[in-house]
């Protein structure tokens, strides 16, 4: 397996613009998570999802953010319109819960560096 | 309140030694805690985890141990490589949780040759 994919890798924009980031979970996890990282935030959790189904979305800074999951194989984090301070970078993690059990951990993506000027 | 807390300075250690990163936390009772590498650039990698009646968990050169009593997680790496330098995160499970992970900001390891 590839691992998580995510793409783009890094992403400059200017402030106002939407962006759209993408990620790929590694088949046969039925969890996805997007975080954000920052040196002063350290990791956030901004949403989750169980079987492509929006469970927590209460991270989600503000209304400006929106995550879909169409299918098993591909969410998207939109951020409309973007602002200097969603500055950060964006992982994506996927992982499997055998009934309930912790067994493994997140398998994390290599990120989206994003930048707003 | 809650929190969790490791090493905020960076950890120097000899190549060869044992490197030991502490992980605590309060008000907190995790039923599960993890421990990740991140390198710069890339992602958080999950090394072990460790649940709340186990006492040790080894792989290899890593050693965890969880004491839920003194809400203390304790990493050890033996025989330390100079590619062993990276930052380790640990992240609370907390039971019932929803499948959320509570996160330290990291400690940064150095292994000197």
């Known amino acids: 397996d590839a691992g998580v994919i995510q793409s783009p890798r890094h992403e400059v924009t200017e402030m106002g613009q939407e962006v759209t980031l993408r990620c790929k979970p590694i088949s046969g996890h039925d969890y996805l998570f997007w975080y954000r990282q920052t040196m002063m935030r350290g990791l956030e959790l901004l949403i989750y999802f169980n079987n492509n189904v929006p469970i927590d979305d209460s991270g989600m800074p503000e209304d400006r953010f929106s995550a879909k999951m169409p299918n098993a194989s591909f969410s998207t984090l939109k951020i409309q319109p973007s602002e200097p301070r969603d500055s950060a970078v964006y992982f994506c993690a996927s992982s499997y819960f055998l009934q309930g059990s912790r067994n493994y951990g997140y398998t994390f993506g290599s990120g989206t560096r994003l930048t707003v000027v | 309140s809650q929190k969790i807390e490791q090493n905020s300075e960076a950890l120097n250690i000899q190549e060869g030694k044992t490197a030991t990163l502490t992980c605590n936390y309060t008000?907190?009772?995790?039923?599960?805690l993890q421990w990740y590498r991140q390198d710069p650039g890339r992602g958080p990698v999950f090394l072990l985890l460790i649940r709340e009646n186990e006492k040790e968990k080894r792989k290899e050169r890593l050693k965890v141990t969880f004491d839920t009593t003194l809400k203390q997680s304790l990493f050890h790496i033996t025989a330390s490589q100079p590619a062993d330098s990276a930052t380790y995160l640990c992240a609370l499970d907390l039971l019932g949780s929803n499948y959320q992970l509570i996160w330290g900001a990291g400690t940064k390891l150095i292994i000197k040759p």
């Open positions: 008000n907190y009772s995790p039923a599960y």
